[in-house]
Each structure stands twice: as C-alpha cells, then as structure tokens.
C-alpha cells in the first residue's frame, strides 16, 4: 500500500494537466452514502418518483422530493473530507485540469476548487432548475418554503415547476458538460479515479477515453473496478485516508527537488 501511495505521488509530481474523476466513495465520509449501501436513500424512498416523467406529471412525487430534500443530509450540512481536501490542494499546485464528477453534492466546490473547474456530469443538487423560465434557484432558498406539511414550492419568478438541478432517471445528461468533459479527458496526462465502481454510463467512459490518448491512469477504490486492468496504480482504500497520504508525499518529493 504505501509502495502504491508513493507512485500515485511520483505520478503527480511528473505530471502538469491531471484530472480527478470522482463518484459517490469519495464523498460516504462526509456521511452521504453511495447508492448500493444498505441505508442509501434509496431504502427510504422510492426511485420511480425520480425518473422525469413521474416527477413532471405528478405532484405527489414531486412533494416527496421536497420532503426528502428538507431530510437529506446531502443538504444538512455535509462538509469536505480530507480526499475532497487533497484534490483541492492539486488544484493548489497548479497542476489540476478539472474535477469531472458524477455527484451532485457540491463538495468539490465547497473545499475550494472554483465552479468553473467542476464538470458535473450528474447536475447539482443544491440547485433547482424551473421547468419553464430555466432559471436556477440555491435550493436551500426554495426549502424554506416548505412547511411541515411539506408544501411543493414553484418557481417564484413565473410559477413554473421546480425540478433538482440533478440528472433524474430517464434524462439527458448535460451535453455541453459531457463533451468538455470527454475532449479534456483526451488532453490530461494523469486521469485519477477515486470511489467509483465505473460501472454508471457514460460517465464511466471517461478513463477510458483518457487512457486510450495516452494519459496514466490511477484508481481509489475501496472495491475492485472493471479497468484495474488497465491503470498503472491501483489503490485500495478509504479515499480520505489514501489522498492526504499522497499529497504528504508529493509534498516531500517536490522539497527534496526532481528525482
Ligand atoms: P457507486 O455508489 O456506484 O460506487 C461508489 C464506489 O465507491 C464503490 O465502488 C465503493 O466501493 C467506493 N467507495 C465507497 N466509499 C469509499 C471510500 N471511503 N473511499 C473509496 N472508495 C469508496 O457510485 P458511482 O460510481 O459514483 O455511481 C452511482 C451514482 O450515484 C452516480 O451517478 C452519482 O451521481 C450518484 N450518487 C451521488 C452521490 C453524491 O453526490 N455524493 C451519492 C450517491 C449517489
Ligand atoms: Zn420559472
């Protein structure tokens, strides 16, 4: 592990354009859980009020998100772990491209890499976006709004629906996000993947794209991935654990000067 560790760091040291692809692992300690936890929200709630149409067509699914919205913890004052610090601090260095990320936490944001350094293939959920005006409101303002009884706020400027600014089941993704995403993907030299399984499409194309135009590849993840294989540093770990590890090595291999 710690052999692993020190290449991960010699892989950033030598590196100018890294990115950071990240999934739900890397934000379960801030305490959101990934999706096939037992526990995740989808024990508590049902999946079919997240696919567009029943969302657009039915109030009561509608209600149930806000209801699950005023719960969440996604919004309840979820903080930056320690991995979400580590990859701010590549940003600090000068050597980040950009976070593509599938959450929809804000996390990377909140620990300091600039929004326009985001790509967020999944949207946002600290946002809501209105159906007709496609103005965007901060959630956290529209909650407000929801009393005990659990109100379904509309769009204050022409009444129109409130959707998540979040990609629901049965929607695009975001296509100008998608395409940034995939043409710096092909343009990094270092593409690092920390806590996702790879497995949700076509998010999960992303290193594959990095790879096959010649970037290094690099995983952390608690559980195997279907392009280990593939990479040149496979760690298996708690990312809040392993990336503050890397970055005290890439500290100390830049003061002891090039290797
Ligand atoms: P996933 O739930 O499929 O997989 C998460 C992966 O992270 C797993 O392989 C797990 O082993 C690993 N993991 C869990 N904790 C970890 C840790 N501490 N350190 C390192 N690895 C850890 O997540 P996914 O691949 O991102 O895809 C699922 C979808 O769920 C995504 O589309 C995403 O939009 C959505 N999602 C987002 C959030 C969020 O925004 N935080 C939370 C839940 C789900
Ligand atoms: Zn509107």
Redesign the pocket.
């Known amino acids: 592990m710690t052999e692993q560790i020190e290449l991960l760091a010699r892989l950033i040291v030598r590196s100018q354009t890294i990115i950071v692809f990240?999934?739900?692992?890397?934000?379960?300690?801030?305490g959101?859980?990934?999706?096939?936890?037992p526990g995740?929200?989808w024990s508590k709630y049902d999946p079919e009020d997240f696919t567009i149409q029943r969302f657009v067509s039915s109030t009561e699914a509608r209600r149930s998100f806000w209801k699950m919205s005023a719960e969440s913890t996604?919004l309840a004052g979820?903080e930056p772990n320690p991995?979400h610090y580590a990859i701010a601090e590549l940003h600090g260095l000068g050597k980040l491209d950009c976070v593509i990320?599938?959450?929809?936490?804000d996390?990377h944001q909140k620990s300091g890499v600039p929004d326009n350094m985001v790509l967020e293939?999944?949207g946002n959920?600290r946002r809501v976006v209105c159906l007709d005006c496609r103005n965007r409101f901060p959630l956290p303002d529209m909650l407000s709004e929801v009393s005990e009884e659990t109100r379904v706020p509309d769009c204050p400027g022409c009444r129109g629906i409130l959707k998540p600014d979040?990609?629901l089941f049965g929607e695009q993704l975001p296509i100008v996000t998608l395409r940034e995403a995939t043409r710096r993907a092909q343009q990094c030299d270092l593409f690092i993947v920390?806590?996702?399984?790879?497995?949700?499409y076509p998010?999960?194309y992303m290193p594959t794209y990095a790879a096959s135009a010649g970037a290094r590849l690099a995983i952390?993840?608690?559980?195997?991935?279907p392009l280990d294989h593939e990479a040149e540093v496979v760690i298996r770990?708690?990312?809040?654990?392993?990336m503050p590890g890397v970055m005290n090595c890439v500290r100390r291999l830049r003061s002891s000067g090039p290797d």
């Open positions: 990240t999934g739900a692992g890397v934000s379960t300690e801030s959101i859980p990934d999706f096939r936890s995740g929200i996604l979820a991995a990320t599938q959450n929809i936490d996390l293939l999944h959920m979040a990609v920390i806590g996702s399984t790879l497995m949700v998010a999960a952390v993840n608690l559980t195997d991935t770990g708690r990312a809040g654990e392993i």
